[in-house]
């Protein structure tokens, strides 16, 4: 039906004459009848029959434009939650985001954007998906932190930072307190590492292959502290970002050139993205751009 119509039918039914509708509306008298008619027809029964010099609702009309105002007024929020939308000043941006960075990288980002933006709203999304790359091609993620590069897919990704990964050992443990070493020399210990799949999983034990380390796995655990708090227990050693580190373990820095992760940002290349969203993948761009990204490593 022709919402124009619909918002005549109810402003007349409510008292307003044609004349003054037309008037409001810039329309010709005529036109706002036939328009009126074509209505009624639409619903198959006369909804206004005149009255002296006004036109009063039937029962049916009556019955219609309870309806009716309902409707519009469900109409008229969704076009005003649109309009939010499309304002970048008071849009809302959804953000996923490896369980890793939650911690320090994506509260500095969001800090350091609601201070220019402070009415946009930014959803935080922990990321399920174990290859990390998959969120914003669907569902409510318009960016993503993601420490994995997408392949063959429309996603997008920049790279904000590169993080070193260092050794967490038990305090006084043999490995502490002799400087950086490489891998290799952690080849006989036990290890406690995070349940894959994860992004960071990957990054794990692709760095081990790389320098020939067969993992001897003691513990899984399901994220980084746990993991420390069984280093810290005696339970193995663990191979961790740098800015997870905590206090309770003595940290290895390693030697080895892969002992790095790169943090980026994911988009998709094909998905229309609001202007708020594009105004916080701005931001986040030009801050890793301009070296104000860092990490509180070790």
Same mark, same amino acid.
């Given at each position: 039906?022709d919402?124009?119509?619909?918002?005549?039918?109810q402003?007349?039914a409510?008292?307003?004459t044609?004349?003054? $509708?037309?008037?409001?509306? =810039?329309?010709?008298?005529? !036109?706002? #009848?036939?328009? *009126? &008619?074509?209505?009624?027809a /639409?619903?198959?029964t006369?909804?206004?029959?005149?009255?002296?010099?006004?036109?009063r609702m039937?029962e049916?009309g009556?019955a219609f434009?309870?309806?009716?105002?309902t409707a519009?007024h469900?109409?008229?929020?969704g076009?005003?939650a649109?309009?939010?939308?499309?304002d970048?000043?008071?849009g809302t941006?959804?953000v996923?985001?490896?369980r890793s960075m939650?911690?320090w990288?994506?509260p500095?980002?969001?800090?350091g954007?609601?201070?220019?933006?402070p009415g946009?709203?930014?959803r935080l999304l922990?990321?399920?998906?174990s290859?990390?790359?998959?969120q914003?091609d669907?569902g409510?993620?318009d960016?993503?932190?993601?420490?994995?590069?997408?392949?063959?897919?429309t996603?997008?990704w920049a790279?904000?930072?590169t993080?070193?990964?260092?050794? $967490?050992?038990?305090v006084? =443990?043999?490995?502490?307190? !002799?400087? #950086?070493?490489? *891998? &290799?020399?952690a080849?006989? /210990?036990?290890l406690?590492?995070?349940r894959?799949?994860?992004?960071?999983?990957?990054?794990?034990d692709?760095l081990?292959?790389e320098?020939?380390v067969?993992?001897?796995?003691?513990?899984?655990a399901d994220?980084?502290?746990?993991?420390?708090?069984?280093?810290a227990a005696?339970l193995?050693v663990a191979?961790?970002?740098?800015?997870a580190?905590?206090?309770?373990?003595?940290?290895?820095?390693?030697?080895?050139r892969?002992?790095?992760?790169?943090?980026?940002?994911?988009?998709?290349e094909t998905?229309?993205?609001l202007?708020?969203?594009a105004?916080?993948?701005?931001?986040v761009?030009?801050?890793?751009r301009?070296?104000?990204?860092a990490?509180?490593?070790a």
């Amino acid at each position: 039906m022709d919402t124009e119509a619909l918002r005549w039918f109810q402003q007349v039914a409510d008292g307003v004459t044609v004349t003054e $509708v037309s008037q409001v509306e =810039h329309i010709s008298q005529p !036109g706002l #009848s036939r328009a *009126l &008619a074509r209505l009624e027809a /639409e619903v198959g029964t006369p909804l206004l029959r005149k009255q002296g010099r006004t036109l009063r609702m039937t029962e049916a009309g009556a019955a219609f434009k309870r309806r009716v105002d309902t409707a519009l007024h469900e109409l008229d929020d969704g076009l005003a939650a649109v309009e939010q939308l499309l304002d970048p000043e008071t849009g809302t941006v959804g953000v996923a985001f490896e369980r890793s960075m939650g911690t320090w990288l994506l509260p500095q980002l969001v800090r350091g954007f609601h201070a220019d933006h402070p009415g946009v709203r930014v959803r935080l999304l922990p990321s399920t998906a174990s290859s990390g790359t998959t969120q914003p091609d669907t569902g409510p993620v318009d960016l993503q932190l993601s420490s994995r590069r997408p392949t063959g897919t429309t996603l997008r990704w920049a790279r904000l930072l590169t993080e070193p990964l260092v050794l $967490v050992v038990p305090v006084g =443990h043999r490995l502490a307190g !002799g400087g #950086s070493i490489p *891998l &290799a020399q952690a080849a006989s /210990e036990q290890l406690v590492v995070v349940r894959g799949p994860s992004p960071f999983r990957w990054s794990h034990d692709e760095l081990l292959a790389e320098v020939g380390v067969e993992p001897d796995v003691a513990f899984e655990a399901d994220d980084l502290a746990t993991v420390q708090g069984f280093v810290a227990a005696g339970l193995g050693v663990a191979l961790v970002p740098a800015s997870a580190v905590g206090d309770r373990c003595d940290v290895v820095g390693l030697l080895d050139r892969g002992a790095t992760r790169e943090l980026g940002l994911l988009w998709s290349e094909t998905r229309r993205m609001l202007p708020s969203a594009a105004l916080f993948r701005d931001h986040v761009l030009e801050q890793a751009r301009i070296g104000h990204l860092a990490a509180p490593f070790a």
